[in-house]
């Protein structure tokens, strides 16, 4: 795919266009191991030089070039929902670079909502570039310390003597437990998370950091549950209601925690939380269905041939089920995380397919 | 005076001493007094022996897992049911040495809350114990014993049935000796066979009830029939019971629960159960359109087997783990699910994942079926899974479909990790929409009024 630019009229090297090609093809090989936190600093990093090599002279324009590149990404699978994140992180650190001096909170009133704030500023490229690119490297250095913020809560969060039940296999909540781990003791339960048994990747891990480690059947979770201090998971995304798109399987454990008022807290960092909301349950807007060779095996040809085998990817969990976030900007509540996500983006951008930058040309925005 | 003897042996290898002093012990003194501990020890293997040959495999060498030999002790005294209790107390200490490193396949370290269930154990022979001349096991019961405990008959209901007819065997075979009354010796003879049994794998409900039905039997027979009447007696009522109890109340429930199968059903049930396939296949008989989805979860997967019958019949399948449940939840219209027991309470007894599969289906306003014969009602109360429940083979939990092997394969030699593979699980009366029994159509809650009416009619 050749990064096009038609639409904006400018130049980018070649050497950006390559680079551009190379984390498109990234992002479209490796969708099934691909860890978030490697991804998105490679997506930081890429767009970053973007930002530095391609022409552009005011805000506006380079807004235009980010998004039209944006269309080459396979950004509208539900796969890529941190990559997306993070450019709306850097869309949002352009707007407001750009807006400086004359910095428009919502806060400040109505009248701030009709103030655009993509007016042509003072502030030329050079100048623009260097502050964006300062923030650029506040954001990366955010991101590298988001997990180590998450995993130092640990220790206000577990007791000890604890039973903790967690779902497959998550980085975050792995190295939350861990941590600790060097303070309390504690048991923890996995749940297998079949048929691609992530749980057991998770458990061998957690056993190797000297956690006692008891691996159960997704079926025992409800028998089980009610045995248990609290449910700890990782998730993929985090929804802008604080609803979740976690592994398959998650929605049933925390109806089972609901069940028995076992509190579900959730171990994400900030860059999962999107601002988008479940429109639809259907695999192509929200799920993913993959192959079932994990759940039968295809020697069984008759029953292949004759019955329909779903193996979906994803789970919704309604935000209702969760009883905490931990994130690296600290714990909050569900109902809290409208608030986050105001900071964080900015509602142009939270459709990134939105090119309406150039709508914005007098001081009424609407 | 300090005098070592021996028992068996009456070796006296006395060493006299003055008060308070201690003697230095020459080598052949030591030795003496060491295989004197020996001697003492293999007469006390000796004895246990004994007992073991007389209590039928009752005291069967429970092999002590490390630092497990109290709650073995505690599983040894609760996993011998019903009528064992003639059993010896001293069963799960052995005083002899281990004999070679037997593999351990109770696996390192325990799951305390689950500390009180037996541990898996089947992988030494259920009939290593026993001896040919002297075992008071029928071999009917022994080739039974093998056979549950290697998992070829499962199922409330297969298990209740084969056991009947090893039971109908031993009555054929029993010969009642001269001095004694058929009404009370053949409980005595049946006892040892049945507590074999559950050391061979934990009895099911259904086998309970049956069990305490012809003990019941047994001892109301009377006193003047002649013995081969008596037996024709009892041989009548465990066919009786079969037929009543399995057969035909099977056939009255699948007539209930066909008549609630309507055209246009998506109905759900739990992996493999021979009276909901009957149903299925019954309903499919009396050409009714409907689909169904099989919800199936690891590590056994029975639900593949229940899949194949169905296509067979022609019945449009599909199939899903038990993680996906709420993926498809929205499109089914009824769960049918089956049960091992119903307990006094209400509680449904079933194969781990109902629960689950119960729960789900309530919050999507589903209608929960449950169908149970009046014979597997208990009297046990609980509200939770986990006091009365069964530990299956957890290297089954190993088993993956690619080629990979898990992650946690090496378990037993991590002292940090345990598998744990549960059998049964609770599910409360409040997500169970209704029970159908062959004598009616019941709320979960009305167990106890339909337990008190069979008792009343005994």
Same mark, same amino acid.
């Given at each position: 795919?050749?990064?096009?630019?038609?639409?904006?009229?400018?130049?980018?090297?070649?050497?950006?266009?390559?680079?551009?090609?190379?984390?498109?093809?990234?992002?479209?090989?490796?969708?099934?191991?691909?860890?978030?936190?490697?991804?998105?600093? $490679?997506?930081?990093?890429?767009?970053?030089?973007?930002?530095?090599?391609?022409?552009?002279?005011?805000?506006?324009?380079?807004?235009?070039?980010?998004? =039209?590149?944006? $269309?080459?990404?396979?950004?509208?699978?539900?796969?890529?929902?941190?990559?997306?994140?993070?450019?709306?992180?850097?869309?949002?650190?352009?707007?407001?670079?750009?807006?400086?001096?004359?910095? %428009?909170?919502?806060? #400040?009133?109505?009248?701030?909502?009709?103030?655009?704030?993509?007016?042509?500023?003072?502030?030329?490229?050079?100048?623009?570039?260097?502050?964006?690119?300062?923030?650029?490297?506040?954001?990366?250095?955010?991101?590298?310390? =988001?997990?180590?913020?998450?995993?130092?809560?640990?220790?206000?969060?577990?007791?000890?003597? @604890?039973?903790?039940? %967690?779902?497959?296999?998550?980085?975050?909540?792995?190295?939350?437990?861990?941590?600790?781990?060097?303070?309390?003791?504690?048991?923890?339960?996995?749940?297998?998370?079949?048929?691609?048994?992530?749980?057991? $990747?998770?458990?061998?891990?957690?056993?190797?950091?000297?956690?006692? %480690?008891?691996?159960?059947?997704?079926?025992?979770?409800?028998?089980?549950?009610?045995?248990?201090?609290?449910?700890?998971?990782?998730?993929?995304?985090?929804?802008?209601?604080?609803?979740?798109?976690?592994?398959?399987?998650?929605?049933?454990?925390?109806?089972?925690?609901?069940?028995?008022?076992?509190?579900?807290?959730?171990?994400?960092?900030?860059?999962?939380?999107?601002?988008?909301?479940?429109?639809?349950? #259907?695999?192509?807007?929200?799920?993913?269905?993959?192959?079932?060779?994990?759940?039968?095996?295809?020697?069984?040809?008759?029953?292949?041939?004759?019955?329909?085998?779903?193996?979906?990817?994803?789970?919704?969990?309604?935000? #209702?089920?969760?009883?905490?976030?931990?994130?690296?900007?600290?714990?909050?509540?569900?109902?809290?995380?409208?608030?986050?996500?105001?900071?964080?983006?900015?509602? @142009?951008?939270?459709?990134? #397919?939105?090119?309406?930058?150039?709508?914005?040309?007098?001081?009424?925005?609407? | /005076?300090?005098?070592?003897?021996?028992?068996?042996?009456?070796?006296?290898?006395?060493?006299?001493?003055?008060?308070?002093?201690?003697?230095?012990?020459?080598?052949?003194?030591?030795?003496?007094?060491?295989? *004197?501990?020996?001697?003492?020890?293999?007469?006390?293997?000796?004895?246990?022996?004994?007992? &073991?040959?007389?209590?039928?495999?009752?005291?069967?060498?429970?092999?002590?897992?490390?630092? *497990?030999?109290?709650?073995?002790?505690?599983?040894?005294?609760?996993?011998?049911?019903?009528?064992?209790? +003639?059993?010896?107390?001293?069963?799960?200490?052995?005083?002899?040495?281990?004999?070679?490193?037997?593999?351990?396949?109770? +696996?390192?370290? !325990?799951?305390?809350?689950?500390?009180?269930?037996?541990?898996?154990?089947?992988?030494?022979?259920?009939?290593?114990?026993?001896?040919?001349?002297?075992?008071?096991?029928?071999?009917?019961?022994?080739?039974?014993?093998?056979?549950?405990?290697?998992?070829?008959?499962?199922?409330?209901?297969? !298990?209740?049935?084969?056991?009947?007819?090893?039971?109908?065997?031993?009555?054929?075979?029993?010969?009642?000796?001269?001095?004694?009354?058929?009404?009370?010796?053949?409980?005595?003879?049946?006892?040892?066979?049945?507590?074999?049994?559950?050391?061979?794998?934990?009895?099911?409900?259904?086998?309970?009830?049956?069990?305490?039905?012809?003990?019941?039997?047994?001892?109301?027979?009377?006193?003047?029939?002649?013995?081969?009447?008596?037996?024709?007696?009892?041989?009548?009522?465990?066919?009786?019971?079969?037929?009543?109890?399995?057969?035909?109340?099977?056939?009255?429930?699948?007539?209930?629960?066909?008549?609630?199968?309507?055209?246009?059903?998506?109905?759900?049930?739990?992996?493999?159960?021979?009276?909901?396939?009957?149903?299925?296949?019954?309903?499919?008989?009396?050409?009714?359109?409907?689909?169904?989805?099989?919800?199936?979860?690891?590590?056994?997967?029975?639900?593949?087997?229940?899949?194949?019958?169905?296509?067979?019949?022609?019945?449009?399948?599909?199939?899903?783990?038990?993680?996906?449940?709420?993926?498809?939840?929205?499109?089914?219209?009824?769960?049918?699910?089956?049960?091992?027991?119903?307990?006094?309470?209400?509680?449904?007894? +079933?194969?781990?994942?109902? *629960?689950?599969?119960?729960?789900?289906?309530?919050?999507?306003?589903?209608?929960?079926?449950?169908?149970?014969?009046?014979?597997?009602?208990?009297?046990?109360? &609980?509200?939770?899974?986990?006091?009365?429940?069964?530990?299956?083979?957890?290297?089954?939990?190993? /088993?993956?479909?690619?080629?990979?092997?898990?992650?946690?394969?090496?378990?037993?030699?991590?002292?940090?990790?345990?598998?744990?593979?549960?059998?049964?699980?609770?599910?409360?009366?409040?997500?169970?929409?209704?029970?159908?029994?062959?004598?009616?159509?019941?709320?979960?809650?009305?167990?106890?009024?339909?337990?008190?009416? +069979?008792?009343?009619?005994?």
């Amino acid at each position: 795919a050749v990064v096009s630019t038609q639409s904006t009229g400018k130049k980018i090297s070649k050497d950006t266009v390559s680079r551009l090609e190379e984390f498109a093809l990234y992002l479209r090989e490796s969708k099934k191991e691909r860890r978030s936190y490697v991804s998105v600093v $490679k997506t930081v990093n890429v767009f970053r030089d973007l930002i530095c090599t391609s022409e552009w002279v005011t805000a506006r324009e380079l807004i235009k070039i980010i998004k =039209s590149y944006c $269309k080459y990404l396979p950004l509208s699978q539900s796969n890529e929902t941190d990559v997306s994140n993070v450019v709306r992180r850097i869309l949002k650190i352009i707007r407001e670079e750009n807006a400086g001096s004359e910095a %428009t909170s919502f806060a #400040d009133g109505l009248s701030s909502f009709f103030k655009s704030d993509m007016k042509a500023s003072s502030i030329g490229r050079p100048d623009l570039q260097d502050n964006i690119l300062n923030s650029i490297v506040e954001l990366l250095s955010e991101l590298e310390t =988001s997990k180590s913020n998450i995993i130092n809560m640990a220790l206000e969060h577990i007791h000890s003597n @604890e039973r903790i039940l %967690t779902f497959g296999h998550s980085n975050t909540v792995r190295d939350f437990l861990l941590h600790g781990r060097k303070a309390r003791d504690f048991e923890v339960i996995v749940c297998e998370s079949g048929p691609s048994l992530k749980g057991h $990747k998770m458990a061998a891990e957690l056993s190797d950091g000297g956690i006692k %480690t008891t691996v159960i059947p997704d079926s025992s979770a409800f028998a089980i549950i009610h045995a248990v201090n609290k449910v700890i998971i990782g998730t993929h995304t985090i929804m802008a209601d604080g609803a979740l798109r976690a592994p398959n399987g998650v929605h049933q454990l925390a109806m089972a925690a609901k069940y028995f008022s076992v509190p579900v807290i959730v171990c994400a960092a900030v860059y999962k939380l999107s601002p988008t909301h479940l429109c639809s349950y #259907d695999p192509d807007a929200f799920n993913k269905v993959i192959g079932p060779e994990n759940m039968l095996n295809f020697s069984n040809e008759k029953l292949h041939s004759k019955v329909l085998i779903s193996n979906p990817d994803f789970d919704y969990v309604p935000s #209702d089920f969760i009883e905490l976030f931990i994130t690296n900007t600290g714990g909050h509540a569900p109902s809290y995380l409208y608030r986050i996500i105001s900071e964080l983006y900015h509602p @142009e951008d939270y459709d990134l #397919d939105n090119m309406c930058v150039e709508a914005v040309e007098d001081d009424i925005c609407i | /005076k300090a005098v070592v003897s021996t028992q068996s042996t009456g070796e006296q290898v006395g060493v006299s001493l003055k008060e308070g002093e201690q003697p230095p012990k020459t080598k052949a003194q030591l030795k003496a007094e060491r295989r *004197a501990i020996q001697e003492a020890q293999r007469a006390a293997k000796q004895k246990l022996k004994e007992q &073991q040959a007389q209590g039928g495999g009752a005291g069967k060498q429970k092999q002590p897992p490390t630092g *497990a030999k109290p709650a073995a002790t505690k599983s040894a005294a609760i996993a011998t049911k019903p009528s064992a209790k +003639g059993k010896p107390a001293d069963v799960s200490k052995p005083t002899t040495k281990q004999p070679d490193k037997q593999p351990d396949s109770c +696996g390192s370290g !325990r799951v305390e809350i689950l500390s009180h269930l037996k541990l898996y154990d089947r992988n030494i022979p259920p009939t290593q114990a026993l001896s040919y001349t002297s075992s008071k096991i029928h071999p009917a019961f022994v080739k039974l014993g093998v056979q549950m405990a290697r998992d070829i008959i499962v199922g409330s209901n297969a !298990r209740c049935a084969a056991l009947i007819c090893a039971v109908k065997t031993f009555i054929e075979d029993y010969n009642c000796p001269k001095t004694k009354e058929i009404r009370s010796h053949l409980n005595i003879a049946l006892k040892p066979c049945f507590s074999y049994l559950a050391q061979c794998r934990m009895m099911s409900v259904s086998m309970e009830n049956f069990i305490k039905h012809i003990k019941l039997q047994i001892t109301k027979t009377s006193p003047d029939l002649s013995d081969n009447e008596a037996k024709e007696e009892l041989l009548f009522e465990c066919e009786n019971f079969f037929k009543e109890n399995i057969y035909l109340a099977g056939k009255s429930i699948s007539e209930k629960a066909v008549a609630r199968i309507v055209n246009g059903d998506m109905i759900l049930i739990y992996k493999k159960s021979q009276l909901i396939l009957h149903i299925l296949l019954e309903a499919k008989r009396q050409r009714k359109q409907f689909k169904v989805m099989v919800v199936d979860s690891r590590p056994d997967l029975t639900g593949v087997a229940s899949c194949e019958r169905l296509t067979a019949a022609g019945i449009p399948c599909s199939y899903v783990y038990i993680n996906s449940c709420t993926y498809i939840m929205k499109k089914v219209t009824k769960v049918l699910l089956a049960s091992d027991a119903l307990l006094a309470n209400g509680y449904v007894l +079933g194969p781990v994942g109902t *629960a689950m599969i119960g729960l789900i289906a309530s919050n999507y306003n589903t209608p929960v079926i449950v169908c149970c014969e009046t014979y597997k009602f208990s009297e046990r109360v &609980q509200t939770d899974s986990i006091l009365y429940n069964e530990l299956a083979d957890p290297d089954s939990m190993l /088993k993956t479909l690619n080629a990979d092997d898990s992650l946690v394969a090496g378990w037993r030699e991590s002292p940090n990790t345990r598998l744990v593979n549960l059998v049964y699980d609770t599910t409360p009366p409040a997500l169970v929409s209704i029970v159908i029994t062959e004598i009616a159509e019941l709320p979960c809650t009305s167990a106890p009024v339909v337990l008190r009416r +069979g008792a009343v009619k005994l």
